[in-house]
C-alpha cells in the first residue's frame, strides 16, 4: 500500500504551499469567496482557506471567465 506522500507527492507542508499551481476551479463564479460559498461549503474542504501566506484558489493559471446567468432553469 502506498504512504500518503507516495499516493499524493505531497512530502511536506512547503511542498504543498510552494509547489506548482493547479488550474482554477472551472466553476470560479468571479471570486474565491462566492465559488466557495456555492462550491466547496463543507469543513474539509480548504478551498479559499490561507495557507503560507496563500489564499487557495486565489491563484492559478486563468482560465476565460464567463459570469454565469444569475437565474437558474
Same mark, same amino acid.
Given at each position: 500500500? @502506498?504512504?500518503?506522500? =507516495? ?7 512547503? *511542498?504543498?504551499?510552494? #509547489?506548482?499551481?493547479?488550474?482554477? *476551479?472551472?466553476?470560479?463564479? #468571479? ?6 460559498? =456555492?462550491?466547496?461549503?463543507? =469543513? *474539509?474542504?480548504?478551498? #479559499?482557506? =490561507?495557507?503560507?501566506?496563500?489564499? @487557495?484558489?486565489?491563484? #492559478? ?13
Amino acid at each position: 500500500m @502506498l504512504a500518503i506522500a =507516495e499516493a499524493t507527492g505531497i512530502h511536506s507542508s512547503s *511542498d504543498m504551499a510552494g #509547489g506548482p499551481s493547479r488550474p482554477q *476551479d472551472p466553476r470560479y463564479i #468571479g471570486n474565491v469567496q462566492g465559488t466557495q460559498r =456555492e462550491f466547496h461549503a463543507t =469543513e *474539509d474542504s480548504m478551498y #479559499g482557506r =490561507e495557507v503560507a501566506g496563500k489564499v @487557495l484558489g486565489a491563484t #492559478g493559471p486563468p482560465k476565460p471567465f464567463k459570469p454565469r446567468p444569475t437565474t437558474r432553469p
